[in-house]
């Protein structure tokens, strides 16, 4: 059966990426050591997966934003680098 979400786990900021990963080798930690009821080994598990799940798209979503930014400095370059050109030979000359 899945848990509703309650007001508390709506109303609470988000963790960060490193928070996170944190838990997530926590919870390796402990299941590795063994000393888990089959009960909390399944709730760790659960806790476990939905960090991956977070983990993945926040890496996700920094992946989009670098790749927008490296495509921006790129178009800025070629902007640049045209400018440069066209003050270089001059506005009326042409470019060949």
Same mark, same amino acid.
């Given at each position: 059966?899945?848990?509703?979400?309650? $007001?508390?786990? +709506?109303?609470?900021?988000?963790? @960060? *990426? &490193?928070?996170?990963? =944190?838990?997530?080798?926590?919870?390796?930690?402990?299941?590795?050591?063994? $000393?888990?009821? +089959?009960?909390?080994?399944?709730? @760790? *598990? &659960?806790?476990?997966? =939905?960090?991956?799940?977070?983990?993945?798209?926040?890496?996700?979503?920094?992946?989009?934003?670098?790749?927008?930014?490296?495509?921006?400095?790129?178009?800025?370059?070629?902007?640049?680098?045209?400018?440069?050109?066209?003050?270089?030979?001059?506005?009326?000359?042409?470019?060949?």
């Amino acid at each position: 059966m899945k848990r509703k979400e309650s $007001d508390a786990d +709506l109303a609470a900021p988000a963790a @960060s *990426f &490193e928070s996170m990963m =944190k838990r997530l080798e926590e919870l390796v930690h402990h299941m590795e050591r063994g $000393d888990l009821s +089959l009960e909390e080994s399944i709730r @760790s *598990f &659960e806790e476990g997966i =939905k960090l991956v799940k977070q983990c993945t798209a926040v890496l996700g979503e920094a992946e989009k934003r670098i790749h927008r930014l490296a495509d921006e400095g790129v178009a800025a370059a070629g902007t640049r680098a045209a400018t440069e050109t066209e003050e270089e030979r001059g506005a009326d000359e042409l470019p060949f």
